[in-house]
C-alpha cells in the first residue's frame, strides 16, 4: 500500500539524516565527536530519580490531560521564582516542548494560515507546522549582524493577508541568539498592529551568558492575551528523555481549546511527570553551576574558531549552539565528508549542516550548526579537527 501523500510533505530532521554516516564511521573503529544534536551530558538533577525510585503506586494509571496538578503547581513556582506572573491554571502539560509547539499552531491558527519565524529555525517548526497545516513565513537572519531580526519594513514585507502569528525562539536554537528587548518590542508593535498571536519558545531561558538582558514574551503583560510560552525540562535540566514540557497562556479560550487536543492524546507520562516536579523544584545551585559549566564551553570553542581561516561567526549569547560559515560551496557535503573520507589520528567530528534550519531555499548552504554540549576538553578536540578537516578538505 502505498503512504499517504501528506508525509511527502512532512521534511526528515535534518539533525539526524547523517546518523547512518556517523555509525558506519564508528564501524571502522572511528571516534565520531557529537557536535551535530543538543544532546547534553550535564549530568540530570538526581533528585529527579529519586523521585521515580519513592514512587508506590500499585497501579500505573491515567495522568490528568493536563498534567498532575503537583506538577502544574511546580512550574507555577518555578516561574514565580523567575518573576513571571503565571498561575497553575494557565499551564497545560505536553508531551515535550514539541507537542507545546503543535498545539499552539493548532489552536491559534487555521489551515492555510502563517506563522512568521526569524530563519534559521529549529528545523522540527516545519515538521509541526506541516502537521497543523500551517505555513512558516521565513524571516531571513544573518550571522554579520548575530541573527538579530530584521527592520519592521522588512517584516512587514513578509506578511500576508493570511499572517495570524510570529514565532521567537530566545536564546535561539539553532544560532545562540539572545534577542534584545528592541527586538521583542518590535515583535510586539508589530502584533499589536496586525493582531497576532506570539508563540515565545524559551526553553532555553536559564542559558544566558555575559550579564546579558533576558526578555521574555511574558515581560509584556499587557499583551497576555496574545502571548503563549513554550517551556521543558528537556534542555534546562537535561532530560531529554523525559518528554514533559508545557504550553502556558492566560488566554483562557486558548487552554479551553489546548484542553480538546489534550484529551485526544489522553495524558502525558505519569512517571516523567513525577520526575519533572522534583525537577522544577531543584534548588537554583544546578542551574547555575550548568549555566557555568555552558558557557566554559562556548568560550573554548570561539577561541578554537578563531584559529580557523575563513569562518564568519558570532559569540551567541545564550543557549548552547552556534551557526557558523564555512569556506565551502556546500556545508553537507563537507558534513558527509568528515564522517565518510575524514579521520586524524582515528577521531573525526559530527556536525549539522545549517541549511535545513532555513525554510528559504538555497540559504545556509554554506553554514554549520555546532552544539557545544561536551565538556570543555572534547569540545576544544571537536573544534581542532573541524579545522584541520577544512583545510584538508579545501586542498582536495
Known amino acids: 500500500m502505498p503512504v499517504s501523500k501528506r ?49 508506590d503506586e500499585k497501579v500505573l494509571s491515567y495522568a490528568p490531560s493536563n498534567g498532575i496538578p503537583q506538577l502544574r503547581h511546580a512550574m507555577a513556582g518555578y516561574f514565580k521564582g523567575i518573576g513571571y506572573d503565571i498561575a497553575e491554571k494557565n499551564i497545560m502539560v505536553t508531551n515535550g516542548g514539541s507537542e507545546a509547539i503543535y498545539f499552539a499552531f493548532m489552536i491559534s491558527l487555521d489551515t492555510g494560515d502563517e506563522v512568521l519565524i526569524p530563519e534559521p529555525y529549529y528545523a522540527n517548526y516545519n515538521g509541526f507546522a506541516k502537521m497543523a497545516g500551517v505555513k512558516i513565513k521565513p524571516l531571513t537572519t544573518k550571522v554579520e ?41 518590535k515583535v510586539f508593535r508589530l502584533a499589536d498592529e496586525y493582531d497576532l498571536t506570539v508563540i515565545g519558545d524559551e526553553v532555553y531561558n536559564e542559558f544566558v551568558y555575559d550579564n546579558r538582558e533576558y526578555v521574555s514574551v511574558m515581560h509584556f503583560p499587557d499583551q497576555a492575551r496574545r502571548v503563549i510560552l513554550i517551556d521543558s525540562v528537556s534542555k534546562r535540566y537535561s532530560a531529554c528523555g523525559a518528554r514533559i514540557g508545557a504550553m502556558i497562556t492566560k488566554n483562557t479560550d486558548f487552554i479551553d481549546a489546548a484542553m480538546v487536543l489534550a484529551q485526544a492524546r ?38 578554537e574558531l578563531g584559529h580557523i581561516e575563513g569562518v564568519t561567526f558570532h559569540k551567541p549569547a545564550g543557549a548552547f549552539y552556534t551557526v557558523v560559515k564555512l569556506p565551502v560551496e556546500d556545508a553537507e557535503d563537507f558534513a558527509r565528508w568528515l564522517l565518510e573520507s575524514f ?54
Open 145 to 185: 549582524n548575530g541573527f538579530h531580526l530584521p527592520s519592521e519594513e522588512e517584516i512587514k514585507r513578509s506578511m500576508t493577508d493570511k499572517t495570524r502569528a510570529i514565532l521567537i525562539c530566545s536564546p535561539n536554537n539553532p544560532t545562540g541568539t539572545v534577542h534584545t528587548r528592541e527586538d521583542m518590542e
Open 266 to 303: 489522553l495524558c502525558p507520562p505519569t512517571i516523567d511527570q513525577v520526575m519533572a516536579v522534583a525537577m522544577y523544584e531543584v534548588k537554583n545551585d544546578y542551574l547555575k553551576e550548568a549555566r557555568l559549566e555552558y558557557k566554559k564551553r562556548r568560550d573554548v570553542v570561539f577561541e
Open 7 to 55: 508525509m511527502s510533505t512532512i521534511p526528515p530532521s535534518p539533525i539526524r539524516k547523517l546518523v547512518p554516516f556517523s555509525d558506519a564511521a564508528k564501524k571502522r573503529g572511528i571516534k565520531v565527536y557529537h557536535i551535530n544534536i543538543g544532546q547534553p551530558d550535564v549530568p540530570t538533577p538526581p533528585e529527579a530519580f529519586e523521585a521515580m525510585r519513592r514512587f
Open 343 to 396: 579521520s586524524y589520528k582515528n577521531e573525526t567530528v559530527m556536525v549539522s549542516p545549517a541549511s535545513g534550519f532555513y525554510g528559504t531555499p538555497g540559504k545556509g548552504t554554506d553554514e554549520i550548526r555546532i552544539a557545544y554540549v561536551l565538556k570543555e576538553e572534547d569540545m576544544k578536540r571537536s573544534i581542532q579537527l573541524l579545522g584541520l578537516a577544512l583545510e584538508k578538505y579545501r586542498n582536495r
